[in-house]
């Protein structure tokens, strides 16, 4: 979507929830789904006289993002309080980072236009902080409940420089964002549980002037469609605003994804309201040479890498590359499949795994881990089709069996009688039949129709329940008409 006259300018605030299983200062369980306030301790309560205790956890994967950022970790960071006052914040303040953040200066890469170009979005900081409980509205009259089985769930929020500079932007940055951090194992990503969402900082302004305009923050996105629906919103709300006269205020807002429009929630706070100071509970956090290369040394091929690698190695598109390694089992999925196919048909593989493999998952609602059908079955398969046993379109129904359980491709092709009809005879025959019963499509063919060919070539394929080989019978269509 383009804005004539106007820049607009993107800055986002990640919450990934980090994937402990106890809290960043409690022994509390994070699982999501407990029953309320049966996953929260005196420490999340805000008791007078506990104390804090730093997850070690946290700190460990927190130093595995900046480092697969390209950031630098500190070699001290301190905890600071964060004051402000809602009923889920029993403490009255956040434990939070703020001068002095565990993460900084890193960047992602995103791609654009198809994945051919690549632009690079900078990362200010990531640091580490408690999540606060939840408000409860839904069971209560006039009053609402507060659910703290939330309250100090470990949480990295990662805030980009305002380098985006469309929601298409916005959400292609926070796609890759999701990616890598499951790459990394550090977060499940769940947006519906809340694992992974976003605060959208937007403003516009005339194309050329080099201030900023007055950004709007929209809290709590959680689904990418949300985000580039809010973001939109925001983009054309403002700039209404501003060609009507008025001025846009800074302020905090939420989405309605029913309405499809974002609302006023409060004035924006600035950091100066918050009154950060150092937590006098918790020391500050050394992370020397040696602990930091640990965890380096332990790190996975990154998706960056990897993508690299699948076009240098197999040829791929930039498209299919990014695709592929979007998903950490995927591409997995698709190097099992290219090691028992070979490397000269990693273009089929990468087909298959963008195409009926991910269509049958999300159908099924199921991740690649649980596919029914497995590289080596899928192997089978193609190997089939590369040989001429079945044609491509044959094989999709073979796959289906197979996702059903029927077998693997072999017993499913002899049981069903899939076999493809090479046999030129066989199918001069099927030509001839369907060349005879279709005079007017010959006339228009031989008169200059040439899409009139598609027809004949549907025919005879119908006739032969779609075993007959594509190529023959494209080769004997053309020879007879």
């Not at 009923?87 to 956040?94: A, C, E, H, S, V």
């Not at 890469?109 to 509205?137: P, Q």
């Not at 990468?350 to 195409?355: F, I, M, V, Y």
Request: charge should be negative.
């Amino acid at each position: 979507m383009s804005y004539p006259g106007w820049e607009v300018v993107i800055g986002l605030e990640v919450h990934v929830q980090l994937k402990t299983q106890s809290k960043i200062f409690s022994g509390a369980a994070t699982t999501y789904g407990a029953e309320a306030n049966r996953q929260a301790c005196a420490i999340d309560l805000g008791f007078p006289g506990v104390l804090p205790v730093l997850n070690q956890q946290a700190v460990e994967m927190a130093v595995k993002f900046g480092l697969a950022v390209g950031a630098q970790i500190a070699e001290r960071c301190v905890f600071a309080r964060k004051h402000y006052f809602y009923p889920d914040l029993p403490k009255g303040y956040q434990i939070s980072q703020y001068e002095l953040p565990i993460v900084a200066h890193g960047h992602l890469d995103i791609s654009t236009d198809g994945g051919e170009t690549s632009k690079r979005i900078r990362i200010l900081r990531a640091h580490l902080e408690e999540d606060a409980g939840k408000s409860v509205h839904e069971g209560f009259e006039a009053a609402s409940g507060i659910d703290l089985n939330r309250a100090g769930t470990p949480l990295i929020e990662v805030v980009s420089e305002p380098d985006l500079r469309s929601a298409g932007e916005a959400v292609a940055y926070l796609k890759k964002l999701h990616s890598l951090v499951r790459y990394l194992e550090i977060c499940d990503g769940n947006m519906q549980e809340g694992s992974f969402r976003c605060d959208a900082n937007v403003s516009v302004r005339p194309v050329g002037q080099e201030e900023l305009g007055t950004r709007t923050e929209t809290k709590n996105l959680n689904s990418f469609r949300f985000v580039e629906k809010a973001i939109e919103f925001e983009i054309e709300r403002q700039i209404d605003v501003l060609e009507s006269g008025g001025s846009v205020d800074q302020e905090t807002r939420l989405f309605d994804p029913d309405k499809g429009e974002t609302r006023t929630m409060r004035s924006k706070e600035e950091a100066m309201d918050y009154r950060y100071f150092p937590d006098p509970d918790l020391l500050p956090v050394v992370c020397d040479g040696a602990f930091v290369s640990s965890i380096r040394d332990a790190l996975p091929e990154l998706p960056e890498a990897r993508r690299t690698r699948f076009m240098a190695s197999f040829g791929l598109p930039a498209y299919d590359a990014d695709a592929l390694v979007a998903e950490r089992d995927l591409a997995a999925y698709f190097e099992a499949l290219v090691a028992a196919l070979g490397e000269d048909n990693a273009k089929l593989a990468a087909n298959w795994c963008l195409g009926e493999l991910t269509a049958s998952l999300n159908e099924h609602n199921l991740d690649v881990a649980a596919s029914a059908v497995t590289p080596d079955a899928l192997a089978g398969l193609l190997k089939r089709v590369l040989d001429n046993t079945v044609s491509g379109k044959i094989a999709k129904d073979v796959f289906a069996a197979m996702w059903a359980g029927e077998g693997d491709a072999d017993s499913v092709i002899e049981a069903r009688g899939l076999k493809q009809i090479t046999d030129s005879g066989a199918i001069e025959t099927l030509v001839d039949q369907v060349i005879a019963d279709s005079p007017a499509q010959v006339e228009q063919y031989r008169s200059g129709k040439d899409k009139v060919f598609g027809y004949f070539v549907g025919q005879v394929m119908k006739l032969s329940k779609g075993k007959a080989n594509p190529g023959e019978v494209n080769r004997l269509l053309k020879s007879k008409l």
